[in-house]
């Protein structure tokens, strides 16, 4: 493989889809509420969200290695790029992609707090990049004692909206937090879900997940519980007010097929009814988010 390839592999451009909405949420409802919209900060927010997810998927390459060097049900969801694993990258690469990529999202949050003139985009920046650090390095490494998911959801599910949010010209005083913490088991949701194929490697290397103190099927049904809340709070609040009835109905859809999913004893690591679960989670709180986001740009 050569080196370019490599890095494309590294940079696992669908994991994007975990960040760009949360980015977009957040300057929906800042759109929604004040009406400020800025295509250069736009622009500015996401290359800060690119920035962002290169960080966490290198950085999270380098720290995982030794659990990813025993995992045999990984998929291209889980499980990390591999890179390392296959000797197309050595763990210094990684390591120094991680500092420029974690350098590149604080210059650019910079920028962004500079033409809106407020420190909130650099502060929450930095705070993101200590959030991945807690879960994955030492010495808290939360991934490894348990509930590190729990990171992950406040970084992906309030972090990120909160600087789509200012980073648009907004303040934390006008800000509707109930639209933000609403989706909070969504995402919560979404990153048990991706821990799911992992289990065997994470149980092997004393990697506390969610997952491996539940175990398989229980994390299941927690994360059918955490989804399903999601869509009672959007559903019984004044989103719902904003939010296309089919798009509600292909949401329940989802559901009713994560529930079918969940209760499935089969539904093993390394299978491919696993490798569905995990597709279908993680388009569902995709969906979740960004229709959210889009209803509110055009309502």
């Avoid at 010495?139 to 909160?162: A, D, H, T």
């Avoid at 048990?192 to 049904?221: C, F, M």
């Amino acid at each position: 493989m050569s080196k370019w390839k490599a890095w494309i592999k590294a940079s696992r451009i669908p994991a994007q889809s975990f960040i760009f909405p949360s980015l977009l949420l957040g300057q929906s409802i800042g759109y929604f509420i004040s009406g400020n919209w800025n295509w250069m900060l736009f622009m500015l927010i996401h290359l800060y969200g690119i920035a962002m997810h290169l960080f966490i998927v290198y950085a999270n390459d380098y720290a995982d290695y030794e659990s990813d060097l025993m995992n045999t049900s990984y998929t291209p969801f889980t499980g990390g790029s591999r890179v390392l694993i296959e000797g197309s990258l050595s763990k210094k690469d990684l390591l120094t992609a991680s500092y420029v990529t974690a350098v590149l999202s604080v210059f650019v949050s910079s920028v962004v707090g500079f033409i809106v003139g407020s420190v909130w985009p650099i502060l929450l920046a930095i705070l993101g990049i200590g959030l991945l650090h807690a879960y994955s390095f030492k010495p808290i490494k939360l991934s490894y004692r348990g509930f590190g998911e729990i990171l992950q959801m406040l970084g992906v599910g309030l972090i990120l909206p909160l600087i789509g949010y200012i980073g648009q010209g907004n303040t934390f005083i006008d800000l509707p937090f109930l639209y933000v913490l609403f989706l909070m088991p969504a995402q919560l949701a979404m990153a048990i879900s991706t821990s799911l194929p992992d289990e065997p490697s994470d149980r092997e290397t004393d990697k506390n997940t969610t997952v491996v103190k539940l175990g398989n099927q229980s994390a299941r049904i927690f994360i059918v519980f955490l989804y399903a809340l999601t869509l009672s709070l959007v559903f019984y609040s004044e989103i719902n007010q904003h939010v296309h009835l089919v798009f509600s109905l292909v949401l329940l859809g989802l559901l009713f097929v994560l529930t079918g999913f969940s209760v499935r004893k089969t539904v093993l690591p390394g299978t491919q009814p696993m490798f569905y679960l995990v597709a279908v989670s993680i388009l569902t709180n995709t969906l979740i988010v960004t229709g959210i986001a889009i209803s509110l740009i055009i309502s």
